[in-house]
Every structure is written in structure tokens, then in C-alpha cells.
């Protein structure tokens, strides 16, 4: 346990220097006042010479008397008092006795200090607390609001800024190792417009230390309680992308993984600027905690969107293998009539494969009939009935004549030609 001054009048500088702290097991005056819990009286520089005999060097002061008096409440010392005098002196009992009502008012004015700054202190750890819980409950509100996952980390962003920070960045993984930037969000509009742009024109360089993707590699959390000018320089690569970053005024910074079922996702990044604030190790475990939170739910918004897409191939797929057992069975039958054979393929490829089919046959005379139209509008079915022949013209741009010349399909997309109503002209 050391003994420290905390103020002190008509001593030397170099005195206070040199005994600021001391031990309280140390052969001394205070420290042995404080350690017996009653006073130390020193009436003269032969009284300290015969009681303390290692002062005589250390302590270059004339003829003086002194006493050291312990502060105590209930017997326990808070720490001592020194009164020092010009000259030798005789202490009488009633100076005595004052000196320690003194030391007495002052511990009691000590322990109510300290009372009051841990209160204060407990209060304000509880605050923080009570807001750190309230912030969590409406981020995981957000997060649960929605499958959409892009619209989820946009509000997430908004509701970091200025709650947690100035500005706040979420970027996740692509599919192909790149990074998508999904919400950008500043206290200040201006900066806002300056942060995309610092986005979109320099992004960050995967072969370099920055500190997305120390992040996304690591899966670790990263802190920065105060970026300097030369890391800013450091990280600049011309002078327009230093003057952006000043521009910007980075102070400090979090960025935080989004990892879910042993994936890393993304990545949460909070700026402070001109807030002048500074992260410390408590904001870091706060952003962990909604990093945390974010990739659950993009975790689970990809599950149910992959789930959903693989339901929508397996309908899609259903229906295929029912359109083509029903294809079959009508093209199986015995019709004798082949135009209503194709007629009956034109209503079941309409709509289960498109909105329109035309079936169209290549007459002995080389010319191209269109056999039937079916459209998914009745009215617009009937209206497109009326075709007939028109000859091949390999000069026309026409999706069946390249059909016909090729014997391949062919996806075209966008129509070259009117579908019905009359041969391009």
C-alpha cells in the first residue's frame, strides 16, 4: 500500500517530488501515523534526528516541529495529515486534539466524496446498462422485422448513427469474394455524400491491411480508440483520397464481423469524427453483440431465400413434368386430324409455358402456314386467327425460318417480328 500526497502548501518542489508516493510501511512520520492510527509529534529537528535518523539527508529544511496525524472513521485510516511549523514547538493536549478534529472532518469530507463518485459512477454504469439493453431490444426489433435482409441493415445502420457513432458502414461477402457495400449511413448529410463517394472511389483493396478485410479474414473484431494523421496517410493512396479521409475527420473506430454457423458474412465498421468521441473496450463488446445479431438475420433471410427459391424450381419443375405427361397423352391419342392435335399442344403450352405459342408447318409448295395461334388474352386469341400463308423469305428476319434452316431452338429475346396479325412487311 503506498501513501500519496494530494495537496500541499509551503513545501518545496523538489521535496514534493520526490516523496509523492512513499510506502506506508516506510520508516516516516505520516506512514507511521497512519499505520498506529494516533499522531505523530515532532517538536524539533533533535527530536527528528533521534526518531527518524534517515530524514537528516534527505530533508534539507531548518529547525521545525510537526505532527502527523492520521484521518480515521471508525478506526480505519483514509489516509494523514501533516502540519508543519516554522520553528521547534511544544504541543499542548488541546492543539493536539484539534488537529485531529481536523483530520476527523476531513476523512468524513473524504468518505463522502468517494461515496458520492461511486454513486455517481454506479449510476452511470447503469445507464449506460439500461441504454446498451434498450438499444440491443430495438436492433433485434429491426432485425426481426423483416426477410429483407438489404432493407434490415439500412435501418440498422440509421439506428447506430448517433446512438453509437457518427457514421457506420455494413458491407457483406459476395458469392464471389468481393464486397457489396449494403448501407452507409453519417449524422451529417454532406459527410454522407462524401463517405459513398470515398466508397466508390476507393474501395477497399483486398491486398492491402484495411481494415474490412483484416476483419472478414480474421473473423476477429478490431478496435481503433484513436487513428493518428500518419495512419490516415498511411492508408491514403493519392492526395485526393488523404484530403477525403480529413475531410471525413476520423477520430476512431469499430469493425465488428457478422458471423452465423461458422460463416463470415460481412462486416459492421463505426466512425466517430466530429464528436470528437473515443471507442473503448465496453463499445466493443456492444458492437460484437449486434455484429452478432446482424448476421443472424442475414443468416436466416438467406436460408428462407434459397429455401423459397428451391420451392419455386421444385413447383416450376412439377408443372413441367405434368405439361409434358399431359403432351404426351395428347400427342399420343388417336386424332386424325394433326391441325387439332396441334391446336390441343398450342392450349396446353399456353400458359403453362408462355403467354403466346404459335405453331407454324412448312407446306409441299415451300410455303409457311401458321397452323394456329394461342394467346394467354381470349380476345386477343380470336383476333390473331385470321393468318394464313406467306412465303419464306430468307431476307426477312423471322425466328422460324432460323429454326427451319438450322433444325435448333432458338431463345429470342425480344420479337423481331409481330407474333400475329400479318407477316413483316
Known amino acids: 500500500e503506498m501513501l500519496e500526497i494530494a495537496r500541499a502548501i509551503n513545501y518545496p518542489q523538489d521535496m514534493l517530488a520526490r516523496w509523492a508516493r512513499f510506502p506506508i510501511a516506510s520508516r516516516l512520520p505520516l506512514s507511521d501515523a497512519v499505520r498506529m492510527g494516533r499522531p505523530v509529534i515532532i517538536e524539533s529537528m533533535a527530536d527528528r534526528e533521534r526518531r527518524y535518523p534517515d530524514l537528516v539527508a534527505t530533508l534539507d529544511l531548518p529547525d521545525h516541529g510537526l505532527a502527523a496525524v492520521p484521518m480515521l472513521i471508525e478506526g480505519h485510516a483514509l489516509g494523514g495529515m501533516v502540519f508543519r511549523f516554522a520553528g521547534p514547538r511544544k504541543f499542548d493536549e488541546a492543539e493536539i486534539q484539534f488537529m485531529l ?6 476523512a468524513l469530507a473524504l468518505e463522502r466524496a468517494r461515496l458520492y463518485e461511486a454513486e455517481r459512477r454506479a ?21 426481426t422485422s423483416s426477410l429483407d435482409y438489404e432493407v434490415t441493415l439500412r435501418r440498422i445502420a440509421r439506428l447506430a448513427v448517433p446512438r453509437l457513432a ?12 468481393s464486397i ?12 454522407e455524400r462524401l463517405a459513398r463517394e470515398l466508397r466508390d472511389r476507393y474501395p477497399p483493396d483486398p491486398e492491402t491491411e484495411h481494415p474490412v ?9 478490431l478496435l481503433a480508440e484513436e487513428v493518428t494523421e500518419e495512419e490516415l496517410a498511411g492508408r491514403a493512396r493519392d492526395a485526393r ?4 479521409l480529413r475531410e471525413l475527420g476520423i477520430r476512431s473506430h469499430i469493425v465488428v464481423p457478422m458471423a452465423a454457423r461458422g460463416r463470415v458474412l460481412g462486416a459492421i465498421s463505426l ?25 443472424v438475420a442475414v443468416d436466416n433471410a438467406q436460408l428462407y431465400r434459397a429455401e423459397q427459391d428451391a420451392r419455386v424450381q421444385s413447383e416450376r419443375a412439377q408443372r413441367r413434368m405434368e405439361f409434358l405427361s399431359e403432351a404426351t397423352a395428347s400427342l399420343s391419342a388417336a386424332v386424325p386430324d394433326y391441325e387439332a392435335t396441334l391446336e390441343r399442344v ?8 408462355a403467354d403466346v405459342c404459335l405453331i407454324d408447318v412448312v407446306e409441299d409448295d415451300g410455303t409457311l402456314r401458321r397452323v394456329t395461334t394461342r394467346h394467354a388474352d381470349p380476345i386477343q386469341s380470336a383476333g390473331a386467327q385470321s393468318l394464313g400463308r406467306f412465303p419464306l423469305d430468307p431476307t426477312r428476319p423471322d425466328p422460324a425460318l432460323a429454326v427451319l434452316q438450322s433444325g435448333q431452338p432458338l431463345i429470342v429475346p425480344w420479337p423481331c417480328c409481330a407474333p400475329w396479325g400479318h407477316p413483316p412487311s
Open 271 to 295: 466512425v466517430t469524427g466530429e464528436s470528437g468521441r473515443r471507442f473503448g473496450r465496453d463499445d466493443l463488446v456492444l458492437a460484437q453483440d449486434l455484429g452478432r445479431r446482424a448476421a
Open 213 to 221: 478485410w483484416k476483419v472478414l479474414r480474421s473473423g476477429r473484431p
Open 123 to 143: 449510476r452511470s454504469a447503469s445507464e449506460v446498462a439500461r441504454f446498451r439493453v434498450a438499444f440491443l431490444a430495438e436492433a433485434s426489433e429491426v432485425l
Open 101 to 106: 478534529s481536523m483530520a476527523r472532518q476531513s
Open 180 to 191: 457489396r457495400q449494403m448501407a452507409v449511413a453519417h449524422r451529417d448529410q454532406a459527410k
Open 241 to 244: 483520397h488523404l484530403e477525403m
Open 346 to 353: 398450342a392450349r396446353l403450352a399456353v400458359p403453362a409455358l
Open 166 to 177: 457518427d457514421w457506420c458502414l455494413v458491407d457483406l461477402l459476395a458469392d464471389d469474394g
